[in-house]
């Protein structure tokens, strides 16, 4: 299980380590009469837990080209839910689909000076690959570099917003430098 | 502008009152005298004309503006060949009217059976369609281009034509019955033959029944399934063969003879012979009109592809699906003479064959010489998989783009630059390239070169300049690389959440357009098209793109966006190309693509933007919404790639090639090399070379600039005639080449000829003449300046005694009693009568008055011919040309005018002739001599001529004259 810090004070930033490669866990479902926004009714310091939603539900959707609108919209709202939408879009113009699920092997969350709060992911998309509609391979896995070679487990900043009582991920960015601590 | 006639009356002023020249020829009777010529020459008072000459159609000087006026002024007019003439035709054309239906007045602009064309070019010729116009020989279609309808309706509105589009279709196999389809159309300003681009309507009739429209349109409408319902719509069953179908309900037959025609025999939605007509009802002003001047066409490919020389082919990386993102070629640029064509294909090859001679391995990225099209076979770079992107850089190098990740076997993902002559990878400009998200694929989709800076755009993450010690910079979805340097901007990352298809710097560098699947620039919005500033943090520049589906849709990715002067072009789904403004990106309008695709390549070439799709159908301008109802201003033919006028956005439809593509995937890209050569790239393997041939097309088609420039103008243009005719010469234009020279009077053109000089009837007042040269393409030069006709200088000649006129002759051995040569009160009535020439042994006698004993053949013919002058007034000269075989002596009113191989001296019956030419001597010799005009009486003349024989046996005998009287015109 992913275990989560408790929020964090600004500037402060907490991290939660996760085996490599394991599964994630969806945010518990929400219970019926709650809230309309699908985000609402989570559990306040469930920041890492959203962003575990949000790559669950993106790979879901990568998978199909079919967009969950209102699964994706549980889990992300904004830029990061739009970004899901596009790449769905690119992937069926191209006749693409994902194969493969991307894990969580660390999540770091602060407070940016705007006061966005941001969960500073790294993610393992190495066992992701892209197919086309006859399955042949367009994207290895292991691939970051378009030929299947270089490790994939990159940083990802993510944004999150409080939504009513929950989170939700809004915004999506990189560092320049986007090698997780400790890899290659 | 037209005007047209203030009452519509027939009747015009130009019924001149004339007055004879006052001649009257010998006529035909042979007995009771001389009867008044049917030929009789008539000169104009000026005072009572208006106009140079009458209208009637019945010549090319006479042309008439519309069927319709030449029906009204000649009432009783039979259908038949025309000649029509509006300003904006300018050139007379010959055009097949109906004058009898429904009052008549209709112009032919179509007629055929299947295979009707989209293009406004048409198909076939003027003539064509004039000429034949029912029976089997007129199946073939044949259609007016929209060009020449527009002109015969002298630009007015199609909407406006009151008896609206007139169809005749055969109803019955052998074509003996028709009905009569009436049309009108709710919207449509110039003509367009795109039917099945679902025109709306304003009312339907069948033999004049009204059809409920219901929801139809010019595509399908009608309220039965047979005869009352008109489909123009393509249709696979029937081998795409187009349109004024019937509905399912009549039976077609696939023989050529059948009116009614199907692909199999008995099969529904017959597509019948049918002919297009319309009736604009323009009339020509008697006031002089502005002449023709210098006119070029606007500057755009020829419609028909160059010949092929060399093409690529296969598909260079065909493991798993077939589609459309992956297609032949998809991309090109230009290094010095060299274009560079870059995408998926596996050969370069040459010709349809591929023979192994002609045919060599070289996927990805070829280049071709810009001239003759042949393939450099020293550049050879090897990559392994699809090119999306290529631009040109300065010190003779190429940018390349795309979904590869290994380059003459090294690691470059997604972007390379090469050396363009030797192939060699520039690492210093060759940065590494990750895409580091979860989903999705690397790939460059856009390289583009302003000043110093490279921008990019694609499905990347990270750069890492390729220089030495480089770090990694995020540049999400767009990036740029100082050209000097290889340096990567890390200050100018538009951070996009979507990749970038397109990315366009502008003209003035302050920006840069980018569209694609994006809906964010870090948080800001950029729904799929946005202008970001080049500055330092690339802020977006606020703009809310229009869409052809509903805004935010995931269908409404934009896959072109272009900068043309003050223009912004976004095109993509769906099926959509809009402008905006460029100083506050307004929405200025556009269209859609029917059945058409989505925009997927542009390029902006000086005045036009040339843009492409996977369509092969119409542009709808002015269609709004992805939702087919039928709001556009404008349908017109798109084949796979169109052009459109930067500055107003206009459709260009004189430019609509015919393509074949593979499984349709149309254009992909496009570009316009130094030569003014369009070329276009995608799936293409069809190209049309004539409007009815193809050729082999290898993945792209090329298209050369037409002919803009107008002839030099022709010079020394002299005006000179007669009261019946006028002779127009000039001094041919320099130009040279296929020249048409256009003779405008008092501003409208009476006569075309490709020589240097025209006759033609003399007109009825005063003219003014200009003349112009039109090239074969349609350039027109400058008008020469005007030359004025004075009708107060010309003269009038009349052939008052022609060489068949009617003469009396003697052949008996001794001479006429009396003064044979004098008018009354001599009497001729004992004599024989025949018409000229008299005579024996050459094929041009009429009459032949040999006796049948050669040593009975008298030495000499008398003849004597009359003719009438009621009036003296103004004759000025006459001309007498008289046949002298073997001798003769000719007479006026009894005065020798005339001797030709006769002795000095007096004449007797047995006087020889000092010669004995051959009748074919004697024709070409004829004596010519000016007569004294004193000689002449009022009313009757007789001419007398005696032939004598040079000897009895001689072989041929001839006794013929003309006489020329010339009057000074007033």
């Known amino acids: 299980m992913l275990a989560t810090s408790a929020c964090g004070t600004p500037q402060q930033a907490q991290s ?130 378009g030929r299947g070679r270089g490790n994939r487990t990159s940083l990802h900043d993510y944004q999150l917003q409080r939504i009513n009582d929950g989170w939700v991920v809004v915004g999506h960015a990189m560092p320049d430098d986007a090698t997780c601590p400790g890899a290659k | 502008m037209m005007t047209r006639h203030r009452d519509g009356s027939p009747e015009r002023t130009r019924r001149l009152r004339t007055t004879l020249l006052a001649v009257t020829t010998c006529a035909a009777t ?75 007045g209709w112009v032919l602009v179509g007629r055929g059976r299947q295979g009707w064309r989209h293009e406004a070019a048409g198909l076939g010729t003027s003539d064509q369609v004039a000429n034949v116009v029912t029976g089997t020989s007129a199946y073939p279609v044949r259609q007016l281009s929209a060009d020449a309808i527009d002109g015969l309706l002298d630009g007015g509105r199609v909407d406006a034509l009151t008896d609206g589009i007139r169809i005749r279709r055969a109803t019955n196999r052998d074509g003996t019955q028709s009905q009569e389809v009436r049309l009108r159309l709710a919207r449509r300003d110039t003509w367009s033959w795109t039917f099945a681009a679902k025109h709306q309507l304003s009312s339907m009739t069948v033999d004049g029944a009204d059809v409920p429209l219901g929801a139809g349109n010019t595509a399908d409408v009608g309220d039965d399934t047979a005869y009352r319902r008109l489909n123009t719509q393509m249709a696979a069953a029937q081998s795409y063969a187009a349109e004024f179908a019937y509905g399912s309900g009549v039976a077609g037959y696939a023989d050529a003879a059948s009116a009614l025609w199907s692909k199999t025999d008995g099969q529904g939605a017959a597509r019948p012979f049918a002919q297009v007509w319309l009736r604009p009802k323009l009339t020509t002003p008697d006031a002089p009109a502005t002449p023709p001047g210098a006119t070029t066409r606007r500057a755009l490919p020829e419609t028909i592809a160059m010949p092929t020389t060399w093409g690529v082919s296969g598909l260079a990386s065909n493991g798993g699906a077939v589609n459309e993102m992956r297609t032949e070629v998809q991309a090109f640029a230009q290094v010095g003479d060299l274009v560079y064509v870059g995408g998926n294909f596996a050969r370069v090859q040459n010709g349809a064959d591929g023979s192994a001679t002609s045919t060599f391995a070289q996927p990805y990225l070829a280049a071709f010489d810009v001239t003759t099209g042949a393939p450099v076979r020293t550049f050879t770079p090897t990559f392994d998989n699809q090119i999306k992107t290529l631009a040109a850089l300065p010190n003779g190098r190429i940018a390349v783009g795309g979904e590869f990740g290994n380059v003459n076997g090294e690691r470059r993902p997604g972007f390379v630059v090469l050396d363009a002559s030797s192939g060699a990878v520039v690492p210093t400009l060759s940065p590494m390239l990750e895409n580091r998200l979860t989903g999705g694929t690397l790939s460059v989709r856009s390289v583009k070169v302003r000043g110093d800076q490279l921008y990019v755009g694609g499905a990347f993450t990270h750069f890492t300049a390729g220089t030495p010690g480089a770090r990694p910079v995020y540049a999400r979805s767009a990036a740029r690389m100082n050209l000097t340097t290889g340096a990567i901007d890390a200050n100018w990352n538009p951070a996009l959440n979507g990749t970038a298809v397109e990315i366009s710097p502008s003209a003035d560098g302050s920006r840069a357009y980018l569209a694609g699947y994006f809906t964010k620039s870090a948080t800001s919005e950029a729904m799929k098209a946005a202008a970001v500033s080049t500055a330092a943090g690339a802020a977006l520049i606020p703009w809310k793109p229009s869409f052809s589906v509903a805004y935010g849709s995931k269908d409404s990715f934009q896959f072109v966006i272009k900068e043309s002067d003050n223009h912004v072009w976004v095109g993509g ?148 005639g007669t009261m019946t005719s006028v002779t127009a010469s000039w001094t041919a234009s320099p130009t040279g080449g296929d020249t048409t020279y256009e003779l405008a009077e008092n501003g409208r053109v009476i006569a075309t000829t490709t020589q240097t000089s025209v006759t033609f009837p003399t007109p009825e007042i005063s003219a003014s003449y200009t003349l112009t040269a039109r090239d074969a393409a349609g350039n027109r030069s400058a008008a020469t300046d005007a030359v004025q006709l004075d009708r107060s200088v010309l003269t009038a000649e009349a052939t008052v005694v022609a060489d068949n006129s009617l003469w009396r002759w003697m052949y008996a051995g001794g001479p006429p009693q009396g003064a044979w040569t004098t008018p009354e009160p001599y009497s001729d009535d004992s004599w024989f009568a025949g018409r000229g020439p008299l005579g024996w042994g050459s094929t041009d006698i009429t009459t032949n008055v040999d006796v049948p004993q050669i040593t009975t053949r008298p030495l000499t013919l008398y003849g ?105 015109g007033q």
């Open chain 2, 30 to 104: 042979v007995t009771g005298g001389f009867a008044v010529s049917p030929t009789t020459i008539a000169t104009a008072s000026a005072a009572e004309a208006t106009a140079p000459r009458p209208v009637d159609g019945r010549t090319e000087a006479g042309a008439a503006a519309s069927c319709w006026e030449i029906k009204q002024r000649v009432p009783d007019a039979a259908s038949g060949v025309y000649w029509l003439r509006t300003p904006r035709l300018v050139d007379p054309m010959r055009a097949h009217c109906d004058m009898e239906t429904d009052g008549g």
């Open chain 2, 864 to 968: 004597r011919t009359r003719f009438e002058l009621p009036s003296l007034t103004g004759i000025s000269k006459l001309t007498a040309t008289i046949t002298i075989n073997d001798g003769a002596v000719a007479y006026l009113n009894g005065t020798e005018i005339a001797r030709g191989n006769m002795p000095t001296g007096p004449i007797y019956p047995t006087t020889y002739a000092t010669a004995g030419p051959r009748a074919s001597t004697a024709a070409k010799n004829r004596l010519v001599v000016e007569v004294p005009v004193a000689l002449l009486r009022q009313g009757r003349n007789i001419l007398a001529i005696e032939t004598h024989l040079n000897y009895k046996s001689t072989p041929d005998l001839g006794l013929a004259a003309r006489l020329v009287a010339t009057r000074s």
């Open chain 1, 16 to 145: 939660v380590a996760t085996p490599a490669g394991q599964p994630l866990q969806a945010a518990p479902a929400l219970a019926a009469g709650q809230p309309a926004h699908p985000a609402a009714g989570r559990a306040p310091g469930s920041e890492s837990a959203a962003v575990v939603d949000y790559l669950k539900v993106a790979d879901a959707i990568y998978a199909t080209t079919v967009v969950d609108e209102g699964e994706l919209s549980r889990v992300s709202a904004e830029g990061a839910y739009d970004e899901v939408v596009a790449l769905a879009a690119e992937l069926n113009k191209n006749g693409y689909r994902q194969r493969g699920k991307v894990a969580i092997t660390k999540i770091t969350l602060s407070d940016r000076a705007d006061g966005a709060r941001i969960a500073r992911t790294c993610v393992n998309a190495n066992p992701v690959s892209v197919v086309d509609t006859t399955g042949h391979v367009v994207r290895p896995v292991n691939d970051r570099d």
């Open chain 2, 573 to 720: 789904a769906q099926h959509s190309l809009f402008r905006y403004t460029t100083n506050n990106l307004g929405f200025l309008g556009g269209g859609l693509s029917f059945a058409g695709g989505d925009f997927q390549t542009a390029v902006v070439a000086g005045d036009t933007v040339f843009a492409g799709c996977h369509c092969a159908d119409f542009f709808l301008t002015g269609m709004r919404w992805y939702n087919w109802n039928t709001s556009f201003t404008q349908a017109d033919s798109l084949g796979f790639i169109g052009a459109w006028d930067a500055a107003s956005g206009t459709y260009q439809r004189d430019f609509s090639p015919r393509l074949t593509a593979r499984n349709g995937y149309g254009a992909w890209s496009s570009f316009v090399d130094s030569t003014g050569v369009l070329w276009t790239g995608g799936s293409f393997t069809k190209s049309f070379v004539t409007p009815t041939t193809t050729q082999w097309s290898g993945g792209y088609v090329r298209f050369a600039p037409r002919d803009v420039t107008a002839p030099q103008p022709p010079s020394r243009l002299k005006v000179d």
